[in-house]
């Protein structure tokens, strides 16, 4: 199965920061088949990004996504309070479908 | 407006079995692939399974493979999973998932979770 290993574990930035958390997978994924995930705490996971670079209905423009082969990036431009979260990368170019530890955005 | 509502999750005793469901709305429910993802306390996530629309695919991972079985209704709008020979390890918050682009996908809209606990 594919590996996806999340950098940093925890992220400690101030709002109107920007945020750049990675992914990086044991083997090349296609881009179509890369995408990112919310998570606020005692919430369900949120689609934030799919296709390594699409937004889902609903996301604002801060939130970017990026990268090919084994490295993939999502980017969050200016930090607002509600993107203190967890966010998780998942792939599904080669089954089963696996999801990176997560990378937790803290207020620093 | 899409909502997924869980239910069905509970303690139970190792080696037991457990039933959840997840009831539908807002959406042709036949037409897209389901999903269940599973969140251990204070873990990240894991796929568990995955159905097509006409029920006539299913996928697994390894780790719930011969224990777990998804299922479907659709004239009910109902995603089913049957969980046998439940483990310690199975302990988490099940998460019902829309699927798009086929079963094996990434998920659009989630419920809120049903929480199984495995103890004796």
């Known amino acids: 199965e594919i590996v996806l290993t999340q950098s940093p574990g925890t992220l400690s930035l101030s709002p109107g920061e920007r945020a750049t958390l990675s992914c990086r997978a044991s083997?090349?994924?296609?881009?179509?088949?890369l995408a990112w995930y919310q998570q606020r705490p005692g919430q369900a996971p949120r689609l934030l990004v799919y296709?390594?670079?699409s937004r889902a209905t609903g996301i604002p423009d801060r939130f970017s996504g990026s990268g090919s082969g084994t490295d993939f990036t999502l980017t969050i431009s200016r930090l607002e309070p509600e993107d203190f979260a967890v966010y998780y990368c998942?792939?599904?170019?080669?089954?089963?479908?696996?999801f990176g530890g997560g990378t937790r955005v803290e207020i620093k | 407006e899409v909502q997924l509502l869980e239910s069905g999750g509970g303690l139970v005793q190792p080696g037991g079995s457990l039933r959840l469901s997840c009831a539908a709305s807002?959406?042709?429910?036949?037409?897209?692939?389901m999903s269940w993802v599973r969140q251990a306390p204070g873990r990240g996530l894991e796929w568990v399974s995955g159905?097509?629309?006409?029920?006539?695919?299913?996928y697994y991972a390894d780790s719930v493979k011969g224990r777990i079985t998804i299922s479907r209704d659709n004239s009910k709008n109902t995603l089913n999973l049957q969980m046998n020979s439940l483990r310690d390890e199975d302990m988490a918050i099940y998460y019902c998932?829309?699927?798009?682009?086929?079963?094996?996908?990434?998920?659009?809209?989630w419920g809120q979770g049903t929480l199984v606990a495995v103890s004796s």
């Open positions: 998932a829309r699927t798009l682009a086929g079963v094996i996908s990434y998920f659009d809209y």
């Open positions: 807002g959406f042709t429910f036949s037409g897209y692939a």
């Open positions: 159905i097509s629309g006409s029920g006539s695919s299913t």
């Open positions: 083997q090349s994924v296609t881009s179509s088949y």
């Open positions: 296709g390594t670079s």
């Open positions: 998942q792939q599904f170019d080669i089954s089963p479908i696996t």
